[in-house]
């Protein structure tokens, strides 16, 4: 008995031990030396590899909440596989983002997010092939594009979506995924709500989670299994590119436009693995904002029913004169004030991306004292909002 007691004492030692070795380890291997030159804002940097990752997928925003209260508006952690330094000054941030590329400073978001959206994907390129992707996407949104394409197949695709919802007791969050992913897919590639959106739609929740995972690539891992949705959504979308090229025949969406682009000498060709990544990001950064703004809109909206009077109104009016199955137009859309407004006050008050990532390309100093060079990942977060800037 009094053996086993011990040996439980020695394990129980040993870990301690081993654990308080590891953190210290970790401390020291991002170099937080006691200089004032070079040293790093206060913090921890958790575990080897893991950082503090668990806690702060665990704890979502009280994760950013604590350690402000705790070290104060900038501080250093680990997250998703890299070392980061956090800011929660909206003056530092805005002065981070106003540097730019020319203060060191580029895109720069989680190693799991960058490999599962592919290494064309616009958040992990800079430079002149950011610029070109840039204005790839930029090109499928031109307001002549929303004018005779993208604001009629809108307001069909709503008509249809919203047509039988009376009387029945609506799903909000189910109902406002539905329609941004299909809404996208019906841009993006025709596609309408069957069996391929369902397929889509599964290995797009697969992929969401493995992009805010740690990168480590085994099996049952969710970086693993983001990594496989993406291969399937690969192949998905190369089988929809050799068929068109096939076809032959002319679509009016996006991935028409975009195999089509460079054609008339106007833009730069995308090769067909750019183009599969572009719609990658199209898809997975459309899918929780405007789900998740929507369904914050609704319920806004029903606790404050002069807003949804007033907007109501502004729409009622918009339809006046108009026949039931004429679609609104490009001038109708500008015109819709009160609208804008309810979605920007959604926006203020339910911020759904709520961190901006950037990487440097040299030595950051914030507040004089943190050279960030040591770290590779810089968060810049706002009040309870995320702003992320990785530092490398
Ligand atoms: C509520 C809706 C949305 C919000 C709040 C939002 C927010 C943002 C923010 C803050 C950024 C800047 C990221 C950075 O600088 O690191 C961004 C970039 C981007 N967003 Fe959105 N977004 C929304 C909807 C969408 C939708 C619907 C799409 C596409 C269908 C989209 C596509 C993109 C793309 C491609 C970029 C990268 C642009 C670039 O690097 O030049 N976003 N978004």
């Known amino acids: 008995m009094a053996l086993l007691l011990l040996v439980l004492v020695g394990v129980v030692v040993g870990v301690v031990v081993a654990s308080s070795l590891l953190l210290r380890w970790n401390e020291v291997r991002y170099g937080n030396g006691r200089r004032k ?38 501080f250093r952690t680990h997250i998703l596989g890299c070392p980061t330094v956090v800011c929660m000054d909206p003056e530092l941030n805005r002065r981070m983002l106003l540097q730019g590329e020319a203060g060191g400073l580029v895109p720069g978001y989680p190693q799991s997010m960058l490999d599962i959206l592919g290494r064309n994907n616009i958040a992990a390129v800079h430079g002149p092939l950011h610029r070109v992707m840039r204005g790839a996407m930029l090109g499928l949104v031109r307001p002549a594009m929303l004018r005779t394409s993208l604001l009629p197949k809108i307001d ?70 983001g990594f ?13 590119i050799a068929e068109r090229r096939c076809s032959g025949e002319v679509h009016d969406d996006m991935l028409d436009a975009l195999l089509r682009s460079g054609n008339d000498g106007t833009r730069e060709k995308l090769t067909d693995e750019q183009i599969i990544d572009l719609l990658i990001a199209l898809i997975y950064s459309g899918y ?21 009077e007033e907007l109501r109104r502004e729409h009622l009016d918009i339809r006046k004169g108009k026949s039931p199955e004429e679609a609104i137009s490009y001038e109708d859309f500008k015109s819709m004030a ?29 507040n004089g004292v943190c050279h960030s060079k040591r770290v590779e990942n810089l968060c810049l977060h706002e009040g309870d909002k995320l702003r992320s800037i990785h530092v490398s």
């Open 37 to 74: 030159e070079g040293r790093l804002p206060p913090g921890t940097m958790g575990w080897p590899l893991f950082g503090e990752t668990t806690e702060f997928l665990k704890q979502g925003p009280s994760f950013m909440k604590q350690r402000r209260l705790r070290y104060g508006r900038l």
């Open 156 to 225: 069909a695709f709503m008509r249809d979506h919203l047509s039988g919802w009376a009387g029945s007791v609506v799903d909000v969050q189910a109902k406002t995924k539905e329609m941004a992913l299909l809404s996208a897919l019906r841009q993006i590639a025709g596609i309408t709500a069957g069996p391929l959106s369902d397929a889509l739609k599964t290995e797009l929740c697969t992929l969401v989670l493995g992009t805010i995972s740690l990168p480590i690539n085994l099996p049952g891992t969710s970086y693993y299994q």
């Open 228 to 240: 496989q949705a993406r291969k399937k959504l690969v192949s998905m979308l190369e089988q929809m």
């Open 288 to 308: 929780e904002t405007m789900s998740t703004t929507s369904m914050m809109a609704v319920k806004y909206l029903s606790d404050h029913p002069q807003a949804l």
């Open 338 to 366: 009160f609208t804008r407004a309810v979605i920007f006050e959604t926006l203020r008050l339910a911020t759904v991306v709520n961190g901006l990532l950037r990487k440097t390309t040299k030595d950051v100093e914030m």
